[in-house]
């Protein structure tokens, strides 16, 4: 059977206009501006704003017509929508419809939303990859679209000061017989033995809103942050490994490293675990925080409009979250 080569044919991003600095959130929990810069890197988040559909489809549809430009195509040369949520615009139908919905698509290409919390986006990858290569699909929308807000305890200056809502999307299609783009290498995991280290524990089957239970504030995420932490550099840092091991290539290959922006203090650990240069390390949780899913595509996408990764450059991407689930990819761009 012959085989395709993955290429990255277009990105896109969108985030919410509302920005909510530290100084906006120390009005509101005992914290300031100065400790979270210190603990985190993160200056600011946005902030959806659903009068303006900034949910995650809505949010989505945005960002993909920026992507359909870049990669030259129209909403109907999609065949597939993969879309990765942590709390998508409603339980049912699923975000990955409703995104079709709103990009007009009529070719009833099928539409699938995931959830595997800030890994989403990189488990999406190798799955695309696969159905590329088999040509399966020829145009496959690989979307992470997150609005952490709905769920973020704004009350709790543990969580709140940590995330944002964005969201960010690739196209990947096949690369022409003369050209080098692929995806070299991927890896995915999740340990559950830290499942309840980060946990949205009402809401779902297991616990109905009542109204008792919006009173006791449990529709709220809960971490355990230093966990977290410890298992994100651990994780990153070997899967990072990993992917350039398996693709036959040293960590000089690689010319940028995007990994999920959560804190900087993480990033900057798991660089230092594999010896990376710091100035191939692309950073942005400064301006956006974590907005799970999304932060690997946002990254991307701002790195290929500035005209810093450019064709041909080797990218190794990484992220980790809640499961605690994990994932790097390796590829050419
Ligand atoms: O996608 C995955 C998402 N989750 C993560 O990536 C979380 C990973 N973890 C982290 O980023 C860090 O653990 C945090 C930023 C959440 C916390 O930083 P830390 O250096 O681990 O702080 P800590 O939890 O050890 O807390 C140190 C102190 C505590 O006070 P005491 O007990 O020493 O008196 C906290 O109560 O800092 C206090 N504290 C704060 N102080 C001011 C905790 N949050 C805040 C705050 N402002 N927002």
Not at 28 to 53: M, Q
Not at 159 to 183: H, M, P, Q, W, Y
Not at 298 to 311: N, P, Q
């Amino acid at each position: 059977m012959k085989q395709f080569n993955t290429k990255i044919l277009g990105t896109g991003s969108y985030m919410p206009d509302k920005i909510l600095t530290n100084y906006d959130i120390a009005k509101r929990v005992d914290t300031s501006h100065e400790w979270i810069v210190e603990r985190t890197g993160i200056h600011e988040r946005r902030i959806s704003d659903l009068s303006k559909d900034e949910n995650p489809s809505g949010m989505a549809a945005r960002a993909t017509l920026k992507a359909l430009e870049a990669a030259n195509l129209t909403p109907n040369d999609i065949d597939c929508i993969l879309l990765s949520s942590t709390m998508a615009d409603q339980p049912m139908p699923n975000a990955a419809s409703m995104l079709q919905f709103k990009l007009g698509i009529t070719n009833n290409c099928p539409a699938l939303d995931v959830n595997a919390a800030c890994s989403g986006w990189m488990y999406l990858l190798p799955m695309a990859d696969a159905m590329i290569k088999t040509g399966m699909y020829k145009h496959i929308l690989v979307v992470g679209s997150e609005m952490l807000s709905s769920f973020n305890n704004w009350d709790d200056r543990n969580t709140c000061i940590l995330f944002g809502d964005g969201c960010g999307v690739a196209i990947l299609g096949r690369a022409a017989e003369n050209e080098d783009s692929k995806i070299y290498s991927t890896v995915l995991s999740s340990d559950s033995s830290k499942k309840d280290h980060l946990a949205l524990w009402a809401g779902g089957s297991n616990m109905k809103l009542t109204h008792e239970l919006l009173d006791s504030k449990d529709q709220w995420m809960t971490m355990n942050g230093q966990e977290i932490f410890k298992a994100a550099v651990k994780t990153m840092a070997a899967h990072a490994e990993k992917v350039v091991k398996d693709a036959e290539l040293t960590i000089n290959d690689v010319d940028w490293f995007i990994p999920h922006q959560a804190n900087l203090r993480i990033i900057e650990a798991v660089g230092q675990r594999f010896n990376f240069p710091t100035e191939k390390v692309v950073i942005n949780v400064q301006k956006y925080a974590n907005t799970s899913s999304a932060t690997v595509p946002v990254a991307l996408d701002e790195w290929i409009r500035a005209g810093k990764i450019k064709r041909g450059d080797n990218i190794l991407l990484a992220a980790f979250g809640a499961g605690l689930t994990a994932g790097a990819v390796f590829l050419k761009y």
